[in-house]
C-alpha cells in the first residue's frame, strides 16, 4: 500500500492560508512557526504568537490545524503553542515585511 509522502514544505505552503485575524499576514510570513515536523503522515507543528497574552492564541493554533488536518497523507496533527523564544518582529519574512510596509 502507498502512502503520500508529505513534506515539511507543503505543510509550510498550506500554513500561508492561515492568518492572525488581527494582522492581514499569514503565520509563515509573521515568523510564527518555528518547526514542522512530519513522520509517516504525523505532523508536529511549533508555533508562538505574536505576545503571550494574545486572546486569539487558541484560534490560530485549532486553525492551523485544521488546515493541515485537511491535506492528503495526515493522520494526525500536533499543534504546540511556545513562548520559548518570544517572538521578534526580526522574524516576520521578507515577503511579510513588504506586506506589512517595512521593507
Partial sequence: ????TLT????LE???DVYDP????NV????LIYDVDVDDGIVEVRMTLTFA????????AQQ???RIAEMNGVEDVNVELTFDPPWTPDMIT???KKLLGLD
Avoid: F, N, R
Avoid at 22 to 25: G, V
Fill in 8 to 11: 515539511k514544505d507543503e505543510v
Fill in 64 to 66: 492551523a490545524e485544521w
Fill in 1 to 4: 500500500m502507498a502512502t503520500s
Fill in 14 to 16: 498550506a500554513l500561508q
Fill in 22 to 25: 488581527e494582522i492581514p499576514i
Fill in 28 to 31: 509563515v510570513d509573521l515568523g
Fill in 53 to 60: 497574552g494574545c486572546g486569539m492564541g487558541p484560534y490560530i
Fill in 94 to 96: 521578507e515577503d511579510g
